[in-house]
């Protein structure tokens, strides 16, 4: 069966579809601050390693509703954003839909390549340094769910966003949601927010834990984890149900870093708890994505699918008196 209609039939049968949490990316299950995208004049040791974000928003077939797209903060100089020296940075949003926006094999690769900016431009908005955007919400629609690119896999249409640092060198730190209303967050029943690569501000507090949650479909033997421009500043470590706490390497500045992870036969049709663990209260962002041992990147929802991993004890009863 196909990994991602696999996924998807486990979350209906599971009543984990996301409608009841707000569906805003990142989440409150990953506890990580901001998604961010550097300008492109920013050297890749800020923690962007390609100054662009695609991200996936798929609204179920049923739905007649028109729909929302909002960001939040989607300008560059308030006080989220990574400022290097004078805020200078132009970040351009660009909303797909139609045919290609998800099918097309470049638009799931981890970097821009030709085709991954595939499908029909719906709306598109360059955000500099305005004052009025900052730690506020700037929405694109109402949007047609029909006007999205059908995906039997998903059951429902797919819209993509793309996130470019068009000039500057500055890091702008934002949030997205998917909703019903154009002024508030509303979630969209059964909706979803995904994306292969994920660049993003950790939490600056020491201690603090965020988290990262592929899901091992039944023909996964193995996946392989990277993270760029960590900074030696996290621990990673990984927890599922049939592992605790397993150490996994840590890049440096402007690195990567990667860990090879062959699947238990429990860890299948779960979801696994990559977690990064902040060594300090500095400011910090990097990049994180998740391939197959095909070398597909895997998808990364916002929720865990099947819920928050945890480790099952083997408790022994074989006392001896």
């Known amino acids: 069966m196909n990994k991602v209609k696999w996924i998807l039939m486990l979350l209906v049968m599971l009543g984990l579809t996301p409608v009841s949490y707000c569906q805003i990316s990142p ?29 996936f928003f798929v609204i179920p077939k049923a739905e007649q509703k028109a729909v929302y797209i909002r960001i939040f903060d989607p300008s560059t100089s308030g006080d989220f954003d990574t400022k290097n020296g004078t805020f200078d940075t132009k970040t351009t949003f660009t909303l797909y839909g139609g045919k290609g926006v998800h099918s ?37 629609g109402p949007i047609n769910p029909k006007e999205g690119e059908y995906s039997e896999q998903f059951k429902g249409y797919i819209f993509k966003m793309i996130c470019k640092g068009v000039a500057g060198n500055d890091g702008n730190a934002y949030k997205y949601s998917l909703s019903y209303q154009k002024s508030e967050n509303i979630p969209v029943e059964n909706g979803n927010i995904f994306t292969y690569e994920m660049s ?27 993270n760029f421009d960590a900074d030696d500043d996290i621990y990673v470590r990984i927890t599922s149900i049939a ?22 036969p429990k860890e299948i049709n779960t979801s696994i708890d990559v977690q990064m663990v902040k060594k300090s209260n500095v400011n910090n962002d990097m990049t994180v994505f998740i391939l197959n ?9 916002s929720v865990p699918i099947g819920g928050k991993p945890k480790y099952l004890y083997k408790v022994n009863l074989n006392y001896k008196f």
């Open 243 to 264: 592992r605790k706490l397993v150490k996994a390497g840590v890049s440096l500045d402007g690195t990567w870093s990667s860990k090879l992870l062959k699947i238990l």
């Open 104 to 140: 097309v094999k470049a638009a799931r690769s981890i970097n821009p390549q030709q085709g991954y900016d595939k499908g029909k431009l719906l709306a598109k908005k360059t955000f500099g340094s305005e004052a009025k955007y900052n730690n506020s919400w700037y929405t694109f």
């Open 200 to 226: 993003f501000k950790l939490v600056s507090k020491k201690s603090s834990v965020a988290h990262i949650y592929p899901f091992i479909t039944d023909d996964i033997k193995s996946i392989i984890i990277n």
């Open 27 to 55: 989440s409150a299950y990953e506890n990580i601050d901001y998604l961010m995208t550097f300008g492109k004049e920013a050297s890749p040791k800020w923690g962007d390693d390609d100054y662009t974000q695609v991200h």
């Open 293 to 301: 041992q095909y070398k597909e990147a895997m998808p990364l929802f």
